[in-house]
């Protein structure tokens, strides 16, 4: 839990207080006499008595008992200055703004180490170090700028860079968007970007809490913690978008299969999110458009109706709409005709909704009105609505704030002149409280991205059956490493995953005597493969279509002679499309389930969907259709449709495999080979650590 001293105390010190507003700790000062705190500030610095008009103590010693710190001093000077504030002044709310810790070298790390150990030893909370503050609606513990309009419903945001906040708020400010309160973490010595979201999260108030969180993250310290109370926010209303920077570089992993090769930090950030319900921003000024979407009522359809009077912009934005899984419906009927009939000649209503540069408000009054009571087919509406400079706006915004208070359906303003009509902008941002959206191709892009982004997965989920008993006396008996093909097939058979009928052999006769067994010839051919080279295809290891007994002799003394080969394997040719699933375990996020289009084409196409388990079959299935080669799936040109539900089906129990096997690191079926009648696995490979 946050400690309350820290949210709400009822008196502050500054130490490092000083009369330069240019300095941390002169402009954290000024910040908080600026703010709404109503309780007794103190400042602190051995060279003054009077610091900005407050009188001046010249060490903590000498204060009285305080609520909370904000320090701006030296970092060596911090432990010794928090030992005294905690343990004789009853401080329990610390801010440390200073650097010079764990980000700079060892002995900053020491620093932090001691510091947080004394603030837990009281039961207090610490924002930072090296970090720009905590604000919210009772004071302004911060020394940056700008400081935003607090709404106790504006947005919760938690950065993990003060610098990248400045800019995110200034970008928010601008375009009229509130805050309740901003959680600069710095290094997180105590508390991190998950703990406030617990705090968050077990504090809710579903009449006062805000309902709108905004995050910035360099790193994921505790994934399942994000998750736990992410999913618990969301479900009671709350609404997240994050930016999780730093996920270009390569995974440290050594990438030894095609899971390794996928399984990239990002890839487990994307999936995390996805379960979670997170909506994942790429920049700044996406996240601050994510989140002024989220502070307007939800859209429930797809279907956007474009009003504007200026031509190029709508179409630019129907083309985003349209490209990203949104649609501007046409609109016609005689409901369409009376409307028209209402606007100046040359107008036209099939969507986008053109009224012309000379539109009015009252002529936009009425296709507001229509499109909310008349077109079925309209689920949201956004008003593009500028000025070339000839007039001004103030009738037009002022129907439009008043038809946003009144309509049932979402209406997004689209201001674009942000110069021509900068009053009546200013107006209808400060004075009647609306935020706009100044770029409409940002606003589609954000809008399709909130509509596309998936609701947060269940806790708890049901998944198909497994032997749990056989797996884990597989599990048990085997060493860390690569299983051999006997274990790792016990594996897949406990698990009910559908596999090949195989022989792995080491002398001809046996081959040969299982090419006999199953009936080798036209209309039953075999493969072989080695077993031993880790990619069995680039060393030749691979032969298809065996249809005769001489042939598998042939085959099997070339295979024998490739490099590091000890064995072959043999079974029975399989048809249908290459499919793919593999899983992998990361230390923070736990295992990973990669699925999509297999074989050779899962390293040209990386065309795969990941989640954090446990996935169900369900949750497969809704992915699937996100692959960007889900129509091969579904059969083109004559090829056979691979079962959706077969395929989700195994996509399930290799998640129920390592749910019972967490030794399980990483896992690859591909090929699983797909048609309506089977989706069986082909090739495996399975890595256990102990």
């Known amino acids: 839990m946050i400690a309350k001293e820290l949210l709400n105390p009822r008196s502050i010190a500054v130490v490092g207080a000083s009369a330069d507003i240019h300095k941390p700790g002169g402009h954290v000062l000024l910040n908080l006499k600026n703010s709404n705190f109503k309780g007794a500030i103190y400042a602190v610095n051995p060279k003054e008595n009077e610091v900005q008009g407050i009188k001046c103590t010249h060490k903590v010693e000498d204060l009285p008992q305080v609520d909370c710190a904000i320090l701006a001093i030296a970092a060596k000077y911090c432990p010794a200055t928090v030992d005294v504030l905690a343990k004789e002044k009853g401080c329990k709310g610390f801010i440390i703004l200073s650097a010079g810790f764990a980000e700079e070298n060892a002995e900053g790390a020491a620093f932090e180490r001691h510091i947080a150990d004394t603030i837990n030893s009281v039961g207090g909370s610490l924002i930072g170090p090296n970090c720009t503050g905590f604000l919210n609606t009772n004071y302004c513990g911060a020394f940056d700028a700008p400081i935003p309009p607090l709404d106790p419903h504006g947005v919760d945001f938690i950065t993990g860079s003060g610098a990248t906040a400045v ?220 000025s070339p400079g000839l007039f001004q706006n103030w009738e037009v915004y002022k129907l439009l704030d008043e038809k946003m208070k009144t ?186 389930i990669f699925f999509g289009l297999g074989g050779i084409f899962i390293e040209v196409l990386k065309d795969v969907q990941s989640a954090l388990a446990p996935i169900t079959a369900d949750e497969a299935k809704v992915m699937l259709t996100k692959l960007r080669g889900y129509k091969i799936l579904q059969g083109v040109r004559g090829q056979e449709a691979v079962n959706i539900d077969l395929y989700a089906d195994q996509i399930a129990r290799v998640s129920a495999l390592v749910q019972a096997a967490p030794e399980i690191v990483e896992m690859d079926l591909n090929p699983l080979l797909g048609n309506p009648r089977y989706v069986t696995a082909v090739d495996a490979r399975i890595r256990i650590e102990k």
């Open 167 to 386: 800019f995110i708020k200034e970008y928010g400010i601008t375009n009229g968007l509130k805050f309740n309160s901003v959680w600069a973490v710095g290094n997180c010595a105590q508390t991190g970007i998950e703990d406030v979201l617990e705090h968050l999260d077990t504090t809710f108030d579903p009449e006062k809490s805000s309902r709108v969180i905004m995050l910035y993250m360099e790193k994921i310290s505790n994934p399942q913690k994000l998750l736990k109370h992410s999913r618990s926010l969301i479900n009671k209303g709350c609404r997240i978008a994050a930016i999780k920077s730093g996920g270009s570089a390569a995974g440290s992993r050594a990438a030894s299969s095609h899971t390794g090769a996928l399984a990239t930090n990002d890839a487990a950030v994307d999936a995390l999110f996805q379960k979670a319900g997170i909506v994942r921003c790429q920049n700044r000024e996406e996240l601050t458009t994510v989140c002024a979407i989220f502070m307007h009522p939800e859209v429930k359809g797809k279907n956007m109706a474009v009003i504007t009077h200026a031509g190029g912009p709508a179409v630019m934005l129907t083309d985003v709409l349209s490209n990203n899984g949104m649609d501007v419906p046409h609109i016609e009927g005689p409901k369409a005709d009376e409307l028209l009939k209402k606007l100046f000649p040359g107008s036209s209503v099939g969507n986008p909704i053109d009224f012309l540069a000379t539109g009015t408000a009252e002529q936009l009054g009425y296709i507001i009105d229509a499109c909310e009571n008349d077109f079925d087919n309209i689920d949201c509406m956004c008003v593009i609505f500028g």
């Open 407 to 592: 309509c049932k359906k979402p209406i997004f303003p689209i201001i674009p002149s942000i110069i021509n009509v900068r009053e009546e902008l200013d107006d209808f941002i400060k004075n009647k409280n609306r935020i706009n959206f100044p770029e409409e191709c940002v606003f589609g892009n954000a809008l399709c991205k909130v509509y596309n982004s998936s609701k947060p997965q269940p806790e708890h989920v049901e998944l198909p059956a497994v032997d749990v008993a056989r797996i884990r006396r597989t599990i048990d008996r085997c060493q860390s490493g690569y299983l051999e093909i006997a274990d790792y097939n016990e594996l897949l058979d406990a698990a009910g995953i559908s596999r090949k009928k195989s022989v792995e052999v080491d002398k001809k006769d046996d081959a040969l005597a299982f090419a006999k067994e199953v009936g080798c010839g036209k209309d039953t051919p075999l493969v072989m493969k080695v077993v031993g080279p880790l990619h069995k295809s680039d060393v030749g290891g691979v032969t298809l279509g065996v249809k005769d007994l001489d042939t598998v002799g042939r085959e099997f003394d070339r295979l024998m002679a490739i490099k590091d080969t000890y064995a072959v394997e043999m079974y029975p040719m399989l048809d249908g499309t290459d499919v793919y699933i593999g899983a992998i375990k990361d230390e923070k996020f736990g295992h990973q």
